[in-house]
């Protein structure tokens, strides 16, 4: 199993007691597997990647990723763990004003200790499978926001993660641009063999995936178990 939750809690500080975020949450993602998981404002999404990403260490329950077990990690074999092996796309791609489409790839190579000239390739390959491949040298400025995300997607499989998460990364596209965001998740995943995980407030979205969560007071529910998706035409 690339991503394994087993059994996460997850407690914040409450005035004089503590508020339980995750509530025995369990979560198997293959490789090459979406499960998107629906839930309404503070239901526990963000703490949900914020514990796959290992930026957060459970109250109790056990995160493998690419079936490495992150319990015993110290502070840099994480940090090392997260460059190479996780993939975050954010609700707001935060790209660097300054730098162009293929730039913004490229800098993901640098920040692993790798020359940012030779990792342009890579870049130009990653842009083109997201569909950008003519916008490589654009700056953001001259992007549609649609296309922004395209870049953070682009920018998340830099390098060649084995875990990708994204946080609502429709929440500011209008539908169509954010179902086509979804789908592209969808492809890219089976076409790189992540194991992704999709968390969003819309349950649209949940027809794309391979398996469908839904997550309320902490506590995750299937609602529809591993199958194919569909494939794209
Ligand atoms: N650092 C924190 N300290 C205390 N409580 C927190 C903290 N972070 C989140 N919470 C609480 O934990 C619960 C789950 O929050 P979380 O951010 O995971 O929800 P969410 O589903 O991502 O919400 P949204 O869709 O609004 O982003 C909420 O009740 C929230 O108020």
Redesign the pocket.
Known sequence: MSLALTGVTLT???GAGR?T?LDRVSLAVPAGHLTAVA?P???????LLAVAATLVAPDSGTVAVGGVPTAGLGRGELAALRRRSIGIVFQQPNLLASLTAAEQLQVMARLDGRSPARARPRALELLDAVGLADLADRRPHALSGGQRQRVGIARALMNGPAVLLADEPTSALDRERGAAVVALLARLTRERGTATVLVT?DRDHLDAADAAAEIRDGVLRPVRATRAAPRSP
């Open positions: 914040y500080p409450d508020l975020a839930g404002s503070g239901s526990g999404k963000s703490s407030h």
